[in-house]
């Protein structure tokens, strides 16, 4: 990337992708960003959104990118004639943040098939007619699917199993960038479980371990506090306590990537975007009953329940996580050679209960998207990392 031409953005809207907007801006990169219309907003509105947003929080304007309206799963990525011609001349790399969670997907015509894989396709088959050379690819630590121990960064097809169709369609996105033998240079970006902002908890999306905080809100509820203030529920948990889960924040997430981008030296590798300092299930329920003052949960271990032997909150608790119950058993080890060479000045925060309490303050204030917190906060859209409405726990389950 150099002074005169732009990087190519897409996904600008999800939770990683407001971000990214924001840290390369400040960075001082020249962007054009590909950007569909939604729910009656047109491209340019959305852009203006989450710029103002972060404007509002910096106290300071940020340059205004260059916005295409299109669609990363149509042809050309949707863009019209004169605009593909704007990218070929104006333009000389990509970063393709755009994404789809849904976890669940029969169908390869739709999501998150239609996002992950045909998506990809469509942006190596538009890099190749405008004549972008260069690729910075948003995968995630997940193509690795079920595998345990050591996971390395040039690690990709094992022949590994995987936990839902969100992780093998990223794998298979992977593999097309991967085989595509015109590109100069493919630099890959693979995060773990991401969560919101480390320092202010802000959050654009709430899923993944934000359906565990949600359920354990809504379900208290339904119970009455004691004497000394305190909630008991009776949940076992069908794990050892002992798993360890892999979180990292997004604002750490969106500043490496940010600065590998601008580092031409350190493009063409593979980076796991991964903490070294994992959270053990216990800690996380430890975090949660200290914020929500509840207790009697027990871990039971994998083998010890069955689905005929629940007792009514289990099975309620059960039904609302089940899409994330894979994700229980213990995590890989992410080797993070590459990240610690190139960025090793950007070292992850620790997630710790101080933090999931932050995350939650924010989350509860916000009404999980609904409050007026939430008036300023910029809704991630479903084409840039949001699950969609089937895939996403429904505060109704408890109702």
Sequence with gaps: MTSVKRLLLTGATGMVGQYLLRDLLLGGASLAVVIRAQGGATARARLHAILTHWEKGLGRPLPRPVCLEGDITREGLGLTREAQAWVSQHCDSMLHNAASLTFVGGDRGKDPWLSNVTGARNVLEFCRQTGL??????STAYVCGQRTGAVLEQDLDCGQAFRNDYEHSKCEGEKLVRAASFLDRLT?????VIMGDWHTGYTGAYHGLYAYFQFAQLALEYFKPQADGRYHVSVRLGQTGEERCNLVPVDWVSAVIAHLVRSPAHHGRTYHLTSPSTLTAR????AMASYFHYSGTVFVGPEALHEQELNTMEAMFYGYVARYQPYWADHPRFDCSNTQAAAGHLPCPVIDGACLHRLLDFAVADH????????????????DGRETGRDRPKASTME
């Design 188 to 192: 890959v970006y693979r995060p773990s």
């Design 283 to 286: 800690e996380i329920d430890e």
């Design 368 to 383: 999980w998207g609904k409050s007026a917190v939430g008036q300023d906060r910029v809704p991630a859209g479903a084409e």
């Design 133 to 138: 050379r260069e690729l910075h690819h948003v």
